[in-house]
């Protein structure tokens, strides 16, 4: 039986939550909407990196 790795698993073992200047080693995301006009960004309160997440849950309500 092939077993797959999950989402989760992928993004551990891809080390790209890792932040040098982090205490506990890793990103720290805060979301940023001035980053862009159409969408949120997120930006490392240590490092000050930047990216953009899809999430897959949406709010109801």
């Known amino acids: ?3 797959y790795k ?3 698993q ?4 891809s ?8 205490p506990s080693g ?3 995301w805060i979301e940023n909407r001035t980053l862009y006009v ?3 960004g997120f930006q490392c309160v240590h490092c000050g990196e930047e990216r ?3 999430n897959p849950v949406k709010a109801t309500g």
Do not use: G, I, N, P
Not at 10 to 13: S, V
Not at 15 to 22: G, L, M, P, R
């Open 1 to 3: 039986m092939q077993r």
């Open 6 to 8: 999950s989402t989760y």
């Open 10 to 13: 992928e993004y551990l073992t």
């Open 15 to 22: 080390e790209v939550w890792k932040c040098k200047d982090s």
């Open 26 to 28: 890793a990103h720290h």
């Open 38 to 40: 159409d969408h949120s």
């Open 52 to 54: 953009q997440f899809t």
